[in-house]
């Protein structure tokens, strides 16, 4: 492929001839919208980490995925924001089977996803229950399983653990079949990193660690081998769509996890990289749109198939506009 007989710049010379040889697609039919859902009315509070993103009420979440959904958002993801906190994590079971209900009864077709965790839920912060002082792995599994059936029970089409203790998806797994719930498919946080890039989120979620930090459950950023492990484990134990998280400072996981296991594979393109685009943006220093784009294209090439994104509705209109333009 010696120049000047092979010309990479044929190829790139025109529009059409750019899309013809484009090696990646990039549909709205892959984005999952994350969603912050609070007790109350009319509620639309504003996340001032994350400009564009609110907490909302169950009647304005339903209008925000329902505008999410017309413009080609297939799926939403939910988080809850409950009023009270204990160290049981109760308030697991209230709010987000609530909204799961609502938005299945006016979006039947839209995909409702429930993410399983007990950090917004626990007055301490932490993913799983403590004891002394530890996040006792064995002891939190069954408060994930009641969790799961709940969400399962309220219609959620599929759950999603990302509290990263061992043998929670087997646990959730059993307790889902226990309840009839056999064809409720499980999409596991595979490998989650303890990552600096969820700031943003704890501010949506209020859920930051009120003592220490989550590096005894979450990821160390160092490990790519133990993220295939961890794949493993969960694929094993019944996953049907495998995570990576976070996506952008991860892609190489993103590789090998597809290329390895050629499983279901969702990024989860997290607060903290959607936020230093929209602080960048307000300042003039990027564009918003093609950055995002971008961003969105590289998961894609890397080899996910479904992208968690606070951009997505707004991916949907650009991808929506771009082939009505050209
Ligand atoms: C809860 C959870 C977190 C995120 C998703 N689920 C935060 C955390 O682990 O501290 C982060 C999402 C984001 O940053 O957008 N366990």
Redo the contacts with the bound molecule.
């Keep these: 492929m010696n120049f000047p007989l092979y010309r990479s710049r044929r190829l790139r010379q025109s529009a059409a001839l750019r899309a013809l040889v484009s090696e990646t697609e990039l549909s709205a039919r892959h984005l999952v919208l994350?969603l912050f859902v609070r007790e109350g009315r009319r509620l639309r509070r504003p996340i001032g980490a994350?400009p564009g993103q609110f907490q909302l009420s169950v009647d304005e979440l339903v209008k925000e995925a329902a505008d999410a959904f017309a413009a080609g958002v297939p799926a939403v993801i939910l988080?809850g924001v409950p009023d009270r906190k204990d160290e049981r994590a109760s308030g697991a079971l209230g709010i987000v089977p609530k909204a799961a209900r609502a938005l299945k009864r006016e979006l039947p077709e839209l995909i409702v996803i429930a993410?399983v965790?007990?950090?917004?839920y626990m007055s301490h912060g932490h993913?799983g229950v403590v004891r002394g002082g530890r996040v006792d792995n064995d002891a939190t599994l069954p408060l994930l399983a009641k969790a799961a059936v709940a969400y399962a029970d309220a219609g959620a089409d599929i759950v999603a653990p990302?509290?990263?203790m061992d043998g929670r998806v087997a646990a959730i797994r059993a307790a889902l079949d226990r309840a009839g719930h056999r064809e409720t498919p499980i999409m596991s946080?595979a490998a989650?990193f303890?990552?600096a890039?969820?700031?943003?989120?704890?501010e949506?979620?209020e859920?930051?660690?009120k003592f220490g930090d989550?590096r005894s459950y979450?990821m160390d950023c160092a490990n790519g081998d133990e993220a295939l492990r961890e794949v493993a484990l969960d694929i094993a134990e019944g996953a049907d769509i495998v995570m990576v998280?976070?996506a952008l400072a991860y892609l190489d996981l993103v590789r090998r996890v597809k290329q390895r296991f050629g499983h279901p594979l969702a990024v989860?393109?997290?607060?903290?990289?959607?936020s230093m685009v929209r602080a960048a943006a307000a300042n003039g220093w990027l564009d918003e749109k093609a950055v995002a784009l971008e961003m969105m294209t590289a998961f894609r090439r890397a080899g996910a198939d479904i992208i968690?994104t606070?951009w997505a509705k707004d991916v949907a209109r650009w991808l929506a506009t771009l082939t009505a333009a050209s």
């Design positions: 994350p994350m988080f993410d965790c007990l950090c917004e993913c990302s509290d990263m946080y989650k303890a990552s890039f969820y700031g943003p989120f704890r949506a979620a859920s930051a660690p989550r979450q998280k976070p989860y393109n997290v607060s903290g990289e959607y968690l606070y």
